[in-house]
Protein backbone atom coordinates (compact mmCIF):
# COMPACT_ATOMS: atom_id res chain seq x y z
CA UNK A 1 0.00 0.00 0.00
CA UNK A 2 1.23 3.71 -0.78
CA UNK A 3 0.07 5.98 1.50
CA UNK A 4 0.37 9.81 2.32
CA UNK A 5 3.75 9.86 3.67
CA UNK A 6 5.18 8.57 0.85
CA UNK A 7 4.04 10.94 -1.55
CA UNK A 8 7.67 13.03 -1.38
CA UNK A 9 9.50 9.79 -2.70
CA UNK A 10 6.50 9.54 -5.41
CA UNK A 11 7.46 13.77 -6.61
CA UNK A 12 10.98 12.79 -6.32
CA UNK A 13 10.18 10.37 -8.67
CA UNK A 14 8.42 12.22 -11.30
CA UNK A 15 11.45 14.67 -10.78
CA UNK A 16 13.74 11.49 -11.72
CA UNK A 17 11.97 10.82 -14.68
CA UNK A 18 11.83 14.52 -15.61
CA UNK A 19 15.93 14.67 -15.77
CA UNK A 20 15.75 11.18 -17.55
CA UNK A 21 14.12 13.20 -20.02
CA UNK A 22 17.12 15.19 -20.79
CA UNK A 23 19.42 12.21 -20.94
CA UNK A 24 21.62 10.70 -24.14
CA UNK A 25 22.06 14.89 -25.58
CA UNK A 26 18.34 14.91 -25.81
CA UNK A 27 18.37 18.54 -26.95
CA UNK A 28 15.02 18.59 -28.40
CA UNK A 29 13.13 18.10 -24.86
CA UNK A 30 14.77 21.50 -23.37
CA UNK A 31 14.33 23.50 -26.55
CA UNK A 32 10.72 22.08 -26.13
CA UNK A 33 10.47 23.32 -22.38
CA UNK A 34 12.03 26.44 -22.71
CA UNK A 35 9.59 27.43 -25.46
CA UNK A 36 6.76 30.48 -25.53
CA UNK A 37 3.70 28.99 -24.02
CA UNK A 38 0.32 30.12 -25.42
CA UNK A 39 -1.97 31.61 -22.62
CA UNK A 40 -3.81 29.00 -20.30
CA UNK A 41 -7.06 28.92 -19.29
CA UNK A 42 -8.19 27.77 -15.47
CA UNK A 43 -10.22 24.18 -15.61
CA UNK A 44 -12.27 22.59 -12.56
CA UNK A 45 -11.92 19.36 -12.18
CA UNK A 46 -14.93 16.80 -13.76
CA UNK A 47 -14.89 14.37 -10.44
CA UNK A 48 -13.95 14.89 -7.30
CA UNK A 49 -12.02 11.74 -6.72
CA UNK A 50 -11.50 10.73 -3.00
CA UNK A 51 -10.94 7.51 -1.34
CA UNK A 52 -9.65 5.61 1.94
CA UNK A 53 -7.92 3.00 -0.13
CA UNK A 54 -7.57 3.52 -3.71
CA UNK A 55 -6.77 0.70 -6.46
CA UNK A 56 -5.54 1.72 -10.03
CA UNK A 57 -6.39 -0.95 -12.57
CA UNK A 58 -4.78 -0.87 -15.75
CA UNK A 59 -6.44 -3.28 -18.59
CA UNK A 60 -4.14 -3.94 -21.99
CA UNK A 61 -4.77 -5.92 -24.65
CA UNK A 62 -2.67 -8.67 -25.76
CA UNK A 63 -1.74 -6.30 -28.67
CA UNK A 64 -0.16 -3.42 -26.70
CA UNK A 65 1.17 -6.24 -23.79
CA UNK A 66 3.25 -8.33 -27.04
CA UNK A 67 4.72 -4.84 -27.88
CA UNK A 68 5.45 -3.42 -24.13
CA UNK A 69 5.18 -6.19 -21.69
CA UNK A 70 5.42 -3.69 -18.57
CA UNK A 71 2.67 -1.03 -19.99
CA UNK A 72 0.12 -1.68 -17.55
CA UNK A 73 2.76 -1.44 -14.14
CA UNK A 74 4.36 1.96 -16.23
CA UNK A 75 0.99 3.66 -16.46
CA UNK A 76 -0.54 2.69 -12.76
CA UNK A 77 3.07 3.56 -11.36
CA UNK A 78 3.02 7.02 -12.71
CA UNK A 79 -0.62 7.75 -12.39
CA UNK A 80 0.07 6.44 -8.63
CA UNK A 81 2.78 9.26 -8.12
CA UNK A 82 0.82 11.95 -9.81
CA UNK A 83 -2.28 10.84 -7.76
CA UNK A 84 -0.29 11.16 -4.42
CA UNK A 85 1.71 14.28 -5.03
CA UNK A 86 -1.29 16.17 -5.96
CA UNK A 87 -3.93 14.88 -4.38
CA UNK A 88 -2.38 13.69 -1.13
CA UNK A 89 -5.40 15.21 1.39
CA UNK A 90 -8.48 13.09 -0.42
CA UNK A 91 -6.64 9.42 -1.26
CA UNK A 92 -5.53 8.79 1.71
CA UNK A 93 -3.64 5.45 0.26
CA UNK A 94 -3.11 3.69 -2.67
CA UNK A 95 -2.46 0.01 -3.50
CA UNK A 96 0.96 -0.48 -4.69
CA UNK A 97 0.96 -0.93 -8.28
CA UNK A 98 2.85 -3.95 -8.38
CA UNK A 99 0.91 -5.58 -6.24
CA UNK A 100 -2.46 -5.04 -8.60
CA UNK A 101 -0.49 -6.73 -11.64
CA UNK A 102 0.43 -9.41 -9.66
CA UNK A 103 -3.12 -10.25 -8.80
CA UNK A 104 -4.20 -10.02 -12.30
CA UNK A 105 -1.34 -12.55 -13.68
CA UNK A 106 -2.87 -14.87 -10.84
CA UNK A 107 -6.12 -14.05 -11.39
CA UNK A 108 -6.91 -14.77 -15.35
CA UNK A 109 -10.93 -14.26 -15.16
CA UNK A 110 -10.43 -10.77 -13.85
CA UNK A 111 -11.63 -9.03 -16.79
CA UNK A 112 -15.28 -10.77 -16.29
CA UNK A 113 -15.45 -9.11 -12.63
CA UNK A 114 -17.02 -5.69 -12.07
CA UNK A 115 -15.13 -2.57 -11.03
CA UNK A 116 -16.88 -2.99 -7.36
CA UNK A 117 -15.92 -6.72 -6.97
CA UNK A 118 -12.15 -5.94 -8.23
CA UNK A 119 -12.17 -2.78 -5.33
CA UNK A 120 -13.03 -5.40 -2.88
CA UNK A 121 -10.82 -7.39 -3.46
CA UNK A 122 -8.39 -5.26 -2.79
CA UNK A 123 -10.28 -4.12 0.30
CA UNK A 124 -10.26 -0.80 -1.03
CA UNK A 125 -13.73 1.89 -1.22
CA UNK A 126 -12.77 3.14 -5.03
CA UNK A 127 -11.37 1.72 -7.64
CA UNK A 128 -9.64 3.53 -10.90
CA UNK A 129 -9.77 1.49 -14.02
CA UNK A 130 -7.71 2.67 -17.05
CA UNK A 131 -8.63 0.46 -20.37
CA UNK A 132 -5.47 1.37 -22.69
CA UNK A 133 -6.84 1.21 -25.94
CA UNK A 134 -3.85 2.68 -27.91
CA UNK A 135 -0.48 2.80 -26.81
CA UNK A 136 2.54 3.39 -29.09
CA UNK A 137 5.95 5.64 -29.46
CA UNK A 138 6.61 5.56 -33.03
CA UNK A 139 5.18 7.69 -35.18
CA UNK A 140 2.43 6.26 -37.13
CA UNK A 141 3.67 4.69 -40.44
CA UNK A 142 7.14 5.91 -40.05
CA UNK A 143 10.86 3.81 -38.59
CA UNK A 144 12.60 6.27 -37.53
CA UNK A 145 10.30 8.93 -35.63
CA UNK A 146 9.57 8.71 -32.40
CA UNK A 147 5.61 9.88 -30.77
CA UNK A 148 4.17 8.86 -27.90
CA UNK A 149 0.45 8.31 -28.13
CA UNK A 150 -1.67 6.80 -25.47
CA UNK A 151 -5.69 6.73 -25.74
CA UNK A 152 -7.73 4.51 -23.19
CA UNK A 153 -11.15 4.48 -21.22
CA UNK A 154 -10.76 5.57 -17.83
CA UNK A 155 -13.68 4.98 -15.07
CA UNK A 156 -14.53 5.12 -11.42
CA UNK A 157 -16.27 3.16 -9.50
CA UNK A 158 -17.27 3.26 -5.69
CA UNK A 159 -17.98 0.23 -3.17
CA UNK A 160 -20.68 2.53 -1.81
CA UNK A 161 -22.06 4.21 -4.54
CA UNK A 162 -25.59 3.32 -5.72
CA UNK A 163 -24.82 3.12 -9.55
CA UNK A 164 -21.48 2.20 -11.17
CA UNK A 165 -19.62 3.50 -12.66
CA UNK A 166 -19.50 7.02 -10.78
CA UNK A 167 -17.37 8.81 -13.36
CA UNK A 168 -16.34 8.04 -17.09
CA UNK A 169 -14.07 9.81 -20.09
CA UNK A 170 -11.93 9.13 -22.93
CA UNK A 171 -8.47 10.20 -22.72
CA UNK A 172 -6.00 10.69 -25.55
CA UNK A 173 -2.39 12.09 -25.70
CA UNK A 174 0.32 12.67 -27.82
CA UNK A 175 3.54 13.31 -26.55
CA UNK A 176 5.80 15.37 -27.86
CA UNK A 177 2.45 17.55 -28.49
CA UNK A 178 3.92 20.04 -31.12
CA UNK A 179 5.73 17.00 -33.78
CA UNK A 180 7.62 13.84 -33.79
CA UNK A 181 11.10 13.48 -32.82
CA UNK A 182 13.73 11.20 -35.08
CA UNK A 183 15.70 8.52 -33.30
CA UNK A 184 19.09 9.76 -33.65
CA UNK A 185 17.88 12.74 -31.87
CA UNK A 186 16.21 10.84 -28.68
CA UNK A 187 16.00 7.14 -27.02
CA UNK A 188 12.64 4.90 -26.48
CA UNK A 189 13.13 5.21 -23.02
CA UNK A 190 12.91 8.83 -22.78
CA UNK A 191 9.93 8.55 -25.40
CA UNK A 192 8.16 6.14 -22.59
CA UNK A 193 9.08 8.11 -19.83
CA UNK A 194 7.33 11.43 -21.43
CA UNK A 195 4.58 9.48 -22.70
CA UNK A 196 3.45 7.85 -19.35
CA UNK A 197 4.23 11.53 -17.42
CA UNK A 198 1.94 12.82 -19.87
CA UNK A 199 -1.03 10.88 -19.71
CA UNK A 200 -0.74 10.13 -15.67
CA UNK A 201 -1.18 13.74 -15.59
CA UNK A 202 -3.89 13.99 -18.43
CA UNK A 203 -5.97 11.15 -16.38
CA UNK A 204 -5.12 13.18 -12.26
CA UNK A 205 -6.10 16.58 -14.48
CA UNK A 206 -10.14 14.91 -14.52
CA UNK A 207 -9.85 15.29 -10.84
CA UNK A 208 -8.05 18.07 -9.75
CA UNK A 209 -8.27 21.87 -10.91
CA UNK A 210 -6.20 22.83 -13.31
CA UNK A 211 -4.53 24.90 -16.40
CA UNK A 212 -4.68 24.34 -19.88
CA UNK A 213 -3.14 26.28 -22.64
CA UNK A 214 -5.32 28.15 -25.44
CA UNK A 215 -3.64 27.26 -28.93
CA UNK A 216 -3.68 29.83 -30.77
CA UNK A 217 -4.28 32.67 -28.16
CA UNK A 218 -6.85 34.07 -26.88
CA UNK A 219 -8.80 36.86 -29.20
Not at 114 to 121: C, G, T
Request: charged letters at 25%.
Amino acid sequence: MVGRRQWRNAALASLVALVALGVCGCHWFYAWMAADRHPKDQIKAEYPLKAERLVIVTYAGTEILFNDPTASLEVSRDITNEILRSLPTVVKSIVHPAQVVRWQESTLEWPNMSLVDIAKAFQADTVLYVELERYTMMEDRSANLYRGRVRARVQVAEVAAPRNPVYETNIETLFPEDRPVGVLETTDRTIRTGTNLFFARAVVDKFRDHQVEVKGGRP
